[in-house]
């Protein structure tokens, strides 16, 4: 238990689909983030989210649309996902914007 | 453009062995570095560093920081099967809500 839940573990879904990702924080943080990692390329930051409000959107296209209706919950909504999107998809938390971040255990996501 | 390269890619040691594990960095505004150690999923912090000289230890690991040569190393002694797992560094900028990671180490210790 790390502290920073995601489900679902994994997701499989096709082109044409749309889907959630949710990411759940019990640790009273105030900052919450969405990472994607690839094989073999560096965690690439796409948003932060502090005190439920968007902070950072880092040129990530509009196929992936974040939500944070409150400082523990955090969802990335997906849709019309293109193949080379599969990735693992990781959530994290953090007190504050300049503190170690937590993370969850991700979501598997491939892309059909 | 920043970037923080690790070093090397993938170590295959035997357990009781000493790691010595490599991260530099090109960056502008550095506020501080961490490393993180990835088993399965999630990456569990393990320091951040942001002085010069100063060892973090913790157990059989610990890590220091030159901010002259821009780089940190992780070190880990007496290793165990345990050990095995990707082992990411990442920098902090100041006035950015981004940590750069890099690529990782592929640690992997043998019975």
């Known amino acids: 238990e790390t502290g920073v839940t995601q489900t679902p573990r994994h997701l499989v879904m096709g082109m044409t689909n749309k889907k959630s990702l949710k990411c759940e924080q019990h640790l009273g943080h105030n900052a919450m983030y969405w990472y994607k990692q690839s094989a073999k390329k560096p965690l690439e930051l796409m948003f932060v989210?502090?005190?439920?409000?968007?902070?950072e959107n880092n040129s990530v296209p509009s196929r992936f649309s974040p939500e944070c209706p409150n400082s523990s919950h955090l969802f990335l909504h997906l849709h019309t996902l293109q193949p080379e999107d599969s990735a693992l998809y990781l959530c994290?938390?953090?007190?504050?914007?300049?503190?170690?971040?937590?993370f969850g255990n991700g979501t598997r996501l491939t892309v059909t | 453009e920043d970037k923080v390269v690790q070093s090397p890619l993938s170590l295959v040691v035997h357990e009781g062995d000493t790691v010595t594990l490599n991260c530099s960095y090109e960056?502008?505004?550095?506020?501080?570095l961490l490393w993180y150690k990835q088993e399965k999923k999630a990456p569990t912090f393990l320091f951040m560093l942001?002085?010069?000289?100063i060892e973090k230890k913790s157990g059989r690991l610990s890590s220091i920081l030159d901010k002259k040569e821009l780089f940190s190393i992780l070190n880990i002694t007496a290793t165990q099967t345990g050990d095995s797992a990707v082992y990411l560094c990442a920098v902090a900028l100041t006035g950015a809500n981004n940590l750069f990671f890099g690529t990782g180490t592929r640690l992997t210790v043998i019975p």
């Open positions: 942001t002085s010069s000289g």
């Open positions: 994290a938390s953090s007190q504050e914007e300049n503190s170690p971040l937590h």
């Open positions: 989210y502090s005190l439920e409000e968007r902070v």
């Open positions: 960056v502008t505004n550095f506020r501080s």
